[in-house]
């Protein structure tokens, strides 16, 4: 084995080597005086740069977390190296061969462990490489699928895409007669190890070289195109490896890195296509996971790339998802992470659902440059795709969509640009602007008493002085169900009703419940649960308390069964008769009579708003005009008898 490397080679790797140009390929630097630089630590997050070097000397020290050192450390700490394996990989980068303690020239097995898997992953590119552009062999149909989709073999030299062939152990024989062990290629994810020894990890599949931020290969991903692929699952990725960790590499960045920093802007795109296409369509700047969520590892790279930083005209983050429910639940997932930049974001979502790929196929570069140019700033993007989950030609949908975006507002970091959403929002819901800013205001007053509630958990432990009524309900999202909110006194009041009537349902008159109908109740997880009563009420048990509450959740939708369970069992907030161990009839009427009122008071209000705007359609409807004045008159009638029988 070969000896320590030697010291005075040591020394001229460290005077031949920028500390500049080695710190540039991770982080961006600007002037911090005569003969300094700074910039965001690639160490800690942070918002304001304290990260220093000084070229002259060859050092660097970060004043946030106090780490410092020469441009090995910071090889070894940024790549998580050993010493010897940063040196070596600084002299690999200078072209300079070095010597060892015992006089020779080090064996290939001397190398340090990370040269060695970054090495094979090199050769195992050129060789997918090579039989990607061979004439003619199985790799004709990995050759038309990139045709269809307009790259050609340049584009293949440019991104270093190549085929795995489909024999099984091709580059596992490849890469033994280069000299590689069959651990090393076991630990670089190259290989897998089975009964009958080593084979291929991928295996006839168009592979893509993931690259790390300095150019150097440290995985793949690959695309399946034949229909007989065992492997159901359309991309495979390396797994994670001693060189390559999927939450902080970002395919194309290598590319990217210069152009983001130069423009401090950078696109977020979803596959490794849709980055091809958007570099050749002029979009230099566009990057994409691997086969993981873009996650806070990702976001602090490019801050340090964009020079994200407080003080500074705000950097560009544009994020591309495709238009169908999977690319809107993506870009709800980057907006939770919207509050970790001091950039601003955006996403752009092309109106036929088409990615940057399809679009440069369909309308070639130009299509792909205004899908970026016309992107949304992701707040817009967030109001409007939850206030498409309510149906605002209701007060009651309204209602909810104005209290499901009001916290989206409230969060702006730039209090400056809250007064414009909230006078947005307003227009999209039709409601004043003076409602939908007390309801801002009163989200951004709950979001500090959770803050502060949080604050005191962490350093008390839990605050058991909450009471239950403000804790939320143990009931699942399902199928975008918002979880019902018992501070509104109306759902508080409708959640009363669904307890009685789950837990004492002979206590109410004959056809009592027919009465009433889903529609009653605001919070559309209280309609599931009411929808499953009336389904219960014509053929459950109501005098078995078992049998009920089972024929109730029977009849309910699946993702309320929890919240049946729960209403079931939660104590109701008033005396019972002590006689008969019931909630008074008072108790029973005056809440069936208070959830009918607001019912019947929601539907009247609803029927003068379709009235009004019947009175100025372009086409009037006389027809209709009659048949809400009539439906009017027995909704009054109703509400007028309601309130005679409350006084």
Not at 225 to 237: P, Q
Not at 285 to 308: N, P, S, Y
Not at 360 to 367: H, L, N
Request: aromatic letters at 6%; one cysteine or more; glycine letters at 10%.
């Amino acid at each position: 084995m070969a000896g320590l490397i030697n010291s005075e080679d040591i020394a001229a790797v460290k005077a031949r080597s920028s500390i500049e140009d080695v710190v540039r390929e991770h982080v961006t630097l600007r002037s911090a005086g005569p003969g300094s630089l700074k910039g965001l630590c690639p160490f800690h997050d942070e918002k304001s740069p304290s990260f220093n070097i000084r070229p002259a000397v060859g050092a660097w020290h970060c004043f946030g977390c106090g780490e410092g050192g020469d441009v090995i450390s910071f090889i070894q700490k940024v790549d998580h190296l050993s010493f010897s394996e940063a040196v070596e990989r600084l002299a690999q980068k200078l072209g300079m061969e070095l010597r060892y303690e015992n006089g020779d020239r080090p064996r290939e097995e001397g190398l340090g462990r990370r040269s060695r898997l970054v090495e094979a992953h090199r050769v195992a590119e050129e060789y997918y490489t090579e039989l990607l552009l061979a004439p003619g062999g199985q790799a004709r149909q990995a050759r038309d699928f990139l045709r269809a989709r307009d790259f050609n073999s340049e584009h293949v030299k440019q991104f270093g895409i190549g085929f795995a062939p489909r024999g099984g152990e091709d580059l596992v024989r490849h890469l033994r007669a280069k000299g590689f062990t069959d651990d090393e290629l076991v630990t670089g994810g190259i290989a897998g190890r089975g009964a009958r020894g080593l084979y291929d990890r991928f295996r006839g599949r168009l592979v893509w070289p993931i690259r790390d931020i300095t150019g150097d290969t440290v995985g793949f991903g690959a695309r399946r195109i034949f229909d007989d692929d065992r492997i159901e699952a359309k991309y495979l990725n390396t797994s994670e490896t001693p060189i390559y960790k999927k939450s902080t590499v970002l395919y194309g960045l290598d590319l990217a890195k210069k152009k983001i920093s130069q423009g401090r802007q950078a696109v977020v795109v979803e596959g490794y296509t849709d980055v091809m296409a958007c570099h050749l369509a002029g979009v230099e700047t566009a990057v994409a996971t691997c086969g993981t969520a873009f996650g806070a590892d990702h976001i602090k790279t490019l801050r340090r790339l964009m020079r994200d930083e407080a003080g500074l005209a705000p950097a560009k983050v544009i994020f591309t998802f495709d238009g169908d429910a999977a690319g809107q639940k993506a870009a709800m997932r980057a907006f939770a992470d919207d509050e970790k930049w001091t950039s601003q974001s955006f996403v752009a979502v092309e109106k036929s659902g088409k990615d940057p790929c399809e679009l440069r196929q369909a309308g070639g570069d130009p299509a792909v440059q205004a899908l970026i140019e016309d992107a949304v700033p992701m707040f817009e993007f967030a109001v409007r795709t939850t206030i498409k989950r309510f149906d605002v030609a209701t007060a009651e949908g309204r209602i909810q969509a104005v209290r499901a975006v009001a916290p989206i507002i409230a969060s702006i970091r730039d209090q400056s640009l809250r007064p414009e959403y909230t006078r947005e929002v307003s227009g999209m819901l039709g409601l004043d602007v003076e409602q939908v800013a007390t309801e801002v205001s009163r989200a951004g007053k709950i979001k500090v008493d959770e803050d502060a509630r949080t604050e005191r958990s962490e350093r008390n432990g839990p605050d058991r002085g909450d009471s239950r009524d403000d804790a939320e309900p143990h009931v699942a999202d399902g199928g975008g169900m918002p979880v019902p909110d018992r501070r509104d006194p109306v759902v508080h009041a409708e959640r009363q009703l669904l307890q009685v009537l789950l837990q004492f349902p002979t206590v109410f008159k004959p056809g009592a419940i027919d009465l009433l109908t889903p529609d009653a109740f605001s919070a559309p997880a209280h309609r599931a649960v009411f929808d499953g009563i009336r389904i219960a009420h014509h053929s459950g048990d109501k005098g078995n308390a078992r049998a009920w509450t089972s024929a109730v959740t029977e009849a309910a939708p699946s993702p309320v069964a929890g919240l049946v369970s729960e209403l079931a069992v939660d104590t109701l907030p008033t005396r019972m008769d002590a006689s008969t161990g019931l909630p008074t009839s008072r108790y029973v009427d005056e809440l069936f009579d208070r959830v009918r009122t607001i019912a019947l008071t929601r539907q009247i209000a609803d029927s003068m708003s379709e009235m009004r705007r019947l009175d100025h359609a372009e086409t009037p409807s006389p027809e209709r005009t009659r048949e809400l004045g009539i439906q009017l008159q027995t909704l009054q009638r109703e509400l007028a008898a309601i309130k005679a029988g409350m006084g």
